[in-house]
C-alpha cells in the first residue's frame, strides 16, 4: 500500500532510499553523537541525588543540559519521554513525513468550530517531536530571529540587545549570505537549503510584480527571501546534535530516554521543589534535586506536568482533587500560528529533470543533492494586510510543491487530517497537474486557546482547546491574504505557468459561489490549520497581579527551585518561527543559572 502511493519524481526517490537504507542496513541515525542511556543505571540506584533535574531533551532541554554540565562540580539528570532520533530525521526532505510517527506525540484539539472544519472530526492536529532533539527533529529547520519589536511582549524584562547576546552565543552560521550577521562561533551549524528549483524564480517574480521584492535572509522585515536553516553537511542538525554531541564525554551528564516524568515533587512547607516522579521503561522512580528542577517538555507537555503537580488554576485542580501548590494561570493563554493551504494547479512543467538512483546515491555518500532540501519550504514571503498590519508583517507565506501524480501528496494530507473527499479532490487534481501549494500564515493571531487536563492520569493527552480563528480579525487577516494570493496568480510571471486556484471539492462550502467572499471565508474555516508554532502556555511577565505564571528569570511564581524555560514562557506569538528564540531564552536561563548557583 506504502509502495502504490509512492509515485511522481521524489516518491521514486524516496522508495529507492528507503530499499537501499533498509538492503544495505545503512545507519544514518547518528546515536553515537549522545551520550549513553543512563536508564539502566538509574533504575538501579534511583537515590543517588543530582544537581540539577531536567525535563524534557528537546530544543531548550538539550541546550540547558549543555551549559549546566560544562561546570564539573555539577550532576545534571536530562530526562526524555522519547529515545533517540531514527535514521528519518536525519533527511531533510522527509521532514513532512515525520508527522503522526513515533517520533510524535500525536496531539489533537478540541473539536474546533472556526478552524479545521474540513479535518476528521473537526480537530486540529498538533505535532510535537517525541525524541531527543524535541520539535527541532521534526520541524522543517527553518532558523529566525525575532525582530526587534518582537521583544514587546517580554514587557522590557528582555531587550532586544540582551537576546542579540545569545542568539550569538548558539549560531554558527556557515555560507556566504549571512547579512543579518548570525554568529559564526557557537554550536548550531545554520546554513541555506540550496534548492534551486525554476518555480521559486517565478513565485520571486510574481512577488515583486506586488512590490515584494527578494530580501536577503529577512534583513529587513517585509518581502520573499530563502529563509536558513540548521542543516549541517547536508543532514539536519537538530538540537540533540548540536548540543549534545561535545557533552559525550563530560562525567556529570547523564541522560535517560524512555523518561516519562509525571509529576513534579516537592515539600509545601517551603513551597520549593525537590524532585521529580518518573517512569523509566515501566519502572516507577523518584529522584530528588540538590539545586533546582528545570521543565523544558514543550508548551504543551510543560503545562500538563505543571498541572498534575498541583501548579495551575485553583478551580481545575479542585475538579481533579489534585492537592493545590501555586494557584497560576497555567495552560491559559496559548498562542499559535495558524495557516491556510491554497492549492494551484501549474498546467506547464516547472520540473528539473532529476535520476532517482542519483539523487540517492548524492544524498548516501555525499550528503548533497534534493534530499538534502525541504522541497520549496524554505522560500518564505513575509508581507502584510488588512486589517491590523503590523510592521513586521503579520503573515508569512511558505510554499511546497507537488509534481505531477506526487506520492507524497497523500501522506500530507492525511497527517493533517482531511476529510476524505477534500483528499481526494486534490489528489484527483494531481493525477493531471502540479500542485502548487501557497500557505498563508498567520502569524501575529489574536485568538488565544487552552490547555487543561482531560483527566489526573499522567499518562492521558492533555485537553487542548485551539480556539483557532475565534476571533474575526483573525479570518479577515487570513482572508485578505487568500486575496492576496489569488492576486499573485494573476501576475505576468505566474501567467507563463498556468497556474490556476484549485477548486478543491470541500463539502461544508458546497453552497458558495467560487471566488466569492463567502467561499474564501468557508475555505479558510475548513482548510485552515494550526503549524504548531505553540507558545503562552506558562507565560512569562515582569508584573506581580497578572496572569504571569513565571517571573523574568523563568522561575515558577511564589516556589522555589522550579524553573520553566521553554516555548511556554513567550507570552505572545512572534512574527518569526520560534526555534531561534526558545533557545535564545534557554541560553540567558543557563547564564541566570550560573550567575545564582554557579562557585
Ligand atoms: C511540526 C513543527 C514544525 C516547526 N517548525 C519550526 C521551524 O521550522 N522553525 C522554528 O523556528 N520553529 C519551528 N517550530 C516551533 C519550534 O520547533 C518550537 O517552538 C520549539 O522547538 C519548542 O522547543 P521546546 O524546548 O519548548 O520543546 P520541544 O522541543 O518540544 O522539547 C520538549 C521535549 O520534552 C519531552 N517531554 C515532553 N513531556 C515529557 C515528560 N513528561 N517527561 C520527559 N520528557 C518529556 C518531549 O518528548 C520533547 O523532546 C515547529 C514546531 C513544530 C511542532
Not at 543512563?38 to 533504575?43: H, N, R, V
Not at 531536567?54 to 555539577?74: H, M, P, Q, Y
Not at 492536529?125 to 527533529?137: F, H, I, P
Not at 516537592?266 to 520549593?272: A, F, L, V
Amino acid at each position: 500500500m506504502f509502495e502504490e502511493q509512492l509515485t511522481g519524481f521524489l516518491g521514486h526517490a524516496l522508495l529507492q532510499l528507503i530499499s537501499v537504507l533498509s538492503y544495505y542496513n545503512y545507519e544514518l541515525a547518528t546515536n553515537q553523537h549522545f551520550p549513553d542511556d543512563f536508564g539502566p543505571m538509574l533504575i538501579e540506584n534511583p537515590k543517588q541525588n543530582f544537581d540539577f533535574i531536567i525535563i524534557g531533551a528537546g530544543t531548550s532541554g538539550c541546550l540547558i543540559a549543555n551549559r549546566l554540565s560544562e561546570v564539573k562540580e555539577w550532576n545534571v539528570l536530562l530526562l526524555e519521554a522519547g529515545t533517540d532520533p531514527t535514521s528519518t530525521v536525519e533527511v531533510p526532505t522527509f521532514f513532512d513525513r515525520l508527522k503522526m510517527s513515533e517520533e510524535d506525540w500525536k496531539f489533537s484539539t478540541t473539536k474546533e468550530k472556526n478552524a479545521c472544519l474540513g479535518m476528521l472530526d473537526t480537530r486540529c492536529r498538533l505535532v510535537a517531536g517525541k525524541m531527543l532533539g524535541g520539535d527541532t527533529g521534526i520541524s522543517p529547520m527553518h532558523y529566525e530571529r525575532a525582530f526587534p519589536e518582537d521583544f514587546t511582549c517580554f514587557n522590557e524584562s528582555i531587550t532586544y540587545e540582551e537576546a542579540l547576546v545569545h542568539y550569538n552565543n548558539i549560531e554558527n552560521f556557515v555560507g556566504i549570505d549571512n547579512v543579518r550577521e548570525l554568529g559564526t562561533g557557537g554550536d548550531l551549524t545554520i546554513s541555506k537549503f540550496g534548492n534551486e528549483e525554476h518555480v521559486r524564480q517565478l513565485i520571486y517574480n510574481a512577488a515583486e510584480e506586488l512590490e515584494y521584492t527578494k530580501i536577503s535572509a529577512a534583513l529587513q522585515n517585509l518581502g520573499y527571501y530563502d529563509v536558513d536553516g540548521y542543516i549541517k553537511s547536508g543532514s539536519r542538525n537538530h538540537f540533540a546534535k548540536a548540543f549534545l554531541d561535545t557533552t559525550r564525554n563530560r562525567k556529570n551528564l547523564f541522560v535517560v530516554r524512555n523518561a516519562l516524568v509525571t509529576k513534579i515533587i516537592g515539600d509545601e512547607i517551603d513551597n520549593r521543589v525537590r524532585g521529580v516522579e518518573v517512569y523509566v521503561g515501566k519502572t516507577k522512580l523518584i529522584v530528588k534535586s540538590r539545586i533546582e528542577v528545570i521543565l523544558s517538555a514543550g508548551p504543551i507537555n510543560s503545562a500538563k506536568l505543571l498541572l498534575l503537580s498541583g501548579f495551575g488554576p485553583k478551580e481545575q485542580l479542585k475538579y481533579f482533587n489534585i492537592p493545590l501548590k501555586a494557584n497560576i494561570a497555567v495552560g491559559k493563554n496559548m498562542q499559535d500560528h495558524i495557516a491556510v493551504p491554497i492549492f494551484i494547479k501549474v498546467n506547464s512543467s516547472t520540473a528539473n529533470e532529476t535520476d532517482f538512483a542519483d539523487a540517492t546515491y548524492q544524498f548516501l555518500k555525499l550528503r548533497k543533492g534534493p534530499f538534502t532540501q525541504i522541497n520549496i519550504h524554505d522560500l518564505v514571503g513575509s508581507i502584510n494586510t488588512c486589517p491590523y498590519p503590523s510592521s513586521r508583517g503579520n503573515i508569512k507565506i511558505y510554499h511546497y510543491h507537488f509534481f505531477e501524480s506526487d506520492g507524497l501528496l497523500r501522506p500530507y494530507l492525511e497527517h493533517r487530517g482531511f476529510v476524505g473527499k477534500i483528499m481526494k479532490s486534490i489528489i484527483k487534481a494531481n493525477t493531471q497537474s502540479q500542485l502548487l501549494v501557497m500557505i498563508p500564515t498567520l502569524v501575529l493571531p489574536k485568538s488565544v486557546g487552552e490547555v487543561t487536563l482531560q483527566s489526573p492520569c499522567p499518562f492521558d493527552a492533555p485537553k487542548i482547546q485551539g480556539n483557532y480563528l475565534s476571533e474575526e480579525d483573525d479570518l479577515e487577516s487570513l482572508t485578505c491574504a487568500f486575496v492576496f494570493v489569488e492576486r499573485l496568480l494573476k501576475t505576468k510571471a505566474l501567467s507563463e505557468i498556468d497556474a490556476n486556484f484549485l477548486h478543491v471539492d470541500i463539502p461544508n462550502c458546497r453552497s458558495y459561489k467560487v471566488g466569492t467572499l463567502g467561499y474564501i471565508k468557508c475555505y479558510i474555516e475548513n482548510m485552515g490549520m494550526p503549524l504548531s508554532h505553540i507558545s503562552g502556555t506558562v507565560q512569562y511577565g515582569n508584573c506581580s497581579n497578572c496572569d504571569a505564571c513565571v517571573d523574568d528569570k523563568m522561575r515558577i511564581r511564589g516556589i522555589r527551585h522550579l524553573r520553566v524555560v521553554d516555548a511556554s514562557v513567550i507570552p505572545k506569538s512572534i512574527s518569526q518561527s520560534l526555534e531561534a528564540t526558545v533557545a535564545m531564552l534557554a541560553d540567558r536561563a543557563a547564564a541566570d543559572i550560573l550567575r545564582t548557583w554557579g562557585k
